[in-house]
């Protein structure tokens, strides 16, 4: 690997056979894709750039250690059933490092009527897969619990058309089960509404089990049947001991011929015959053949504005939200909230500043020594961006006067972290697939310009790896076929 702040103007991108590409954006995907290139690149052709604006690679997975803590400031764990995550983990060796969540805390609660209930078991993401569980839980009403199970008997939709998530959902399984159960937990995902947020976007499967089957609980019934082993120590997330970053360090200590630029800003492609020219905020430029961007759309758009007008404003229409985590940590012995589970999740319906809280010590090994007890709140949705609006103090002590409400304790911490992330959570709203299709055909006109990241097609850990080697493996098919 090679990491430096300057780049040499007098490398030509004429060579004969060597081609020069930048990867801007220092994120998972970027690392992914650089990985990729290099993976990919047997003849070692290919002279491999990765511009970060920062002073760290990254993104949103960042680790803190404060106070004998390990304080995630961005992703905690990586969701497994998405195979590209774990996947990538065997090929950095790194999967010594891995660790599930805890098994002796196995239990989620949503907030309703200021009071914490159990979620019920069998969920499958947001939607339930059993109907015991749902009817025996303290969260439904019996008419809510009544119309969920009219699930199996309302016909398919067989029309060929997208949907809100809300849409589909109230009609499948009814307004409470939407506003109590899935609302809240898909929140946790995107930030978003669900009236906004596009089914076929975000959750394309569960359109694809009421087709199959004419119901949620029956399809999610099938598909789980059979693979409830007797494993019982398999959870679906995982994390590493010492924090989310050990990925991002892998990855770049993997990369031995991309020469890793940071604290590097770019402000604008240019279009050139046989590539890009890249220009950064110090006034330099440099030439590519190609570049892959892992930054969010509307960065992109801001680069490209003087050259690719429909597509600047594709790229535009997709919104994002800004959100804030916020870690507290608390002595044991004064702290006098119940911690026994993984967190909890808040209804939009509730009218809190959080979204949902993880409790953190209780979740995960390895992160509060004995004697301390960690909690993570997350603030920020679409429509209620307060993350934006207030200072630190104001967000703590609107966060701490919540917690105290919803868990019914008194105990103060003895200190917080806060980190921001201003428009950090992208909206895959109505129209979502639609605009990526135009992205796509603007795209192939264009030539010689690849997208990866959060932006587009997933915004978990796994989704962002898959994006990110796969621009890479897109744009070596296709300078390979334009070579032969």
């Known amino acids: 690997m090679s990491t430096t702040d300057e780049i040499s103007t007098d490398e030509r991108i004429d060579q004969q056979g060597v081609i020069k590409i930048a990867i801007i954006g220092g994120g998972i995907s970027g690392l992914a894709a650089a990985y990729e290139l290099e993976r990919l690149d047997e003849r070692q052709r290919i002279q491999i750039y990765l511009f970060e604006k920062s002073e760290r690679l990254g993104g949103k997975i960042h680790t803190e250690h404060r106070d004998d803590l390990v304080l995630e400031t961005g992703a905690e764990s990586f969701l497994v059933r998405k195979p590209a995550a774990m996947e990538w983990c065997r090929e950095l060796g790194i999967t010594d490092q891995l660790q599930g969540t805890r098994l002796d805390s196995r239990r989620t609660f949503v907030l309703s009527g200021g009071r914490l209930h159990r979620l019920p078991e069998g969920l499958s993401g947001f939607v339930p897969s059993k109907l015991g569980p749902l009817f025996r839980s303290s969260l439904l009403s019996v008419t809510g619990k009544l119309r969920a199970a009219c699930d199996f008997f309302i016909p398919a939709d067989r029309l060929q ?31 978003g509404r669900g009236n906004e947020l596009s089914l076929a976007a975000t959750f394309p499967e569960l359109r694809q089990l009421e087709q199959k089957y004419g119901s949620l609980i029956r399809g999610l019934w099938n598909r789980t049947r059979g693979k409830e082993t007797a494993d019982s120590t398999e959870t679906p997330f995982k994390t590493f001991r010492h924090g989310m970053t050990t990925l991002v360090q892998a990855a770049e200590q993997r990369l031995t011929r991309t020469r890793i630029v940071k604290n590097r800003d770019v402000i604008q492609l240019a279009r050139r015959t046989s ?47 800004s959100t804030a985590t916020i870690n507290l940590w608390y002595n044991a012995k004064q702290f006098d909230g119940d911690v026994h589970g993984y967190g909890f999740v808040v209804p939009t319906q509730e009218q809190q500043l959080v979204t949902a809280v993880t409790w953190t010590s209780s979740k995960h090994h390895h992160r509060a020594v004995p004697g301390k007890v960690l909690l993570r709140a997350y603030v920020g949705r679409s429509g209620l961006e307060l993350p934006t609006e207030l200072d630190d103090d104001s967000l703590i002590d609107r966060v701490r006067a919540e917690l105290q409400r919803m868990m019914r304790m008194q105990a103060a911490p003895l200190g917080w972290q806060v980190t921001r992330w201003p428009l950090g959570s992208p909206q895959y709203t109505m129209g979502h697939l639609e605009r990526l299709a135009a992205i796509d055909s603007e795209l192939a006109r264009l030539g010689k310009l690849y997208l990866c990241g959060a932006s ?22 296709e300078s390979s076929s334009k070579t032969k």
Request: glycine share 10%; charged share 20%; net charge positive.
């Open 161 to 191: 058309r997208d949907e809100s998530l809300e849409s589909f959902m109230v009609r499948r399984m009814g307004h409470e089960v939407y506003q109590k159960l899935a609302e809240p937990l898909m929140c946790g995902i995107y930030a």
């Open 275 to 321: 590539g890009w020219d890249v220009y950064f905020g110090t006034g330099k430029f440099d030439s590519f053949n190609a570049i892959i961007s892992a930054v969010p759309s509307f960065v992109l758009a801001g680069m490209i504005k003087s050259t690719a007008s429909n597509l600047v404003k594709n790229l535009n229409d997709i919104p994002h939200v």
């Open 456 to 477: 587009y097609r997933g915004v978990g850990i796994p989704d962002c790896i898959t994006s990110g080697r796969g621009a890479a493996r897109k744009l070596v098919a």
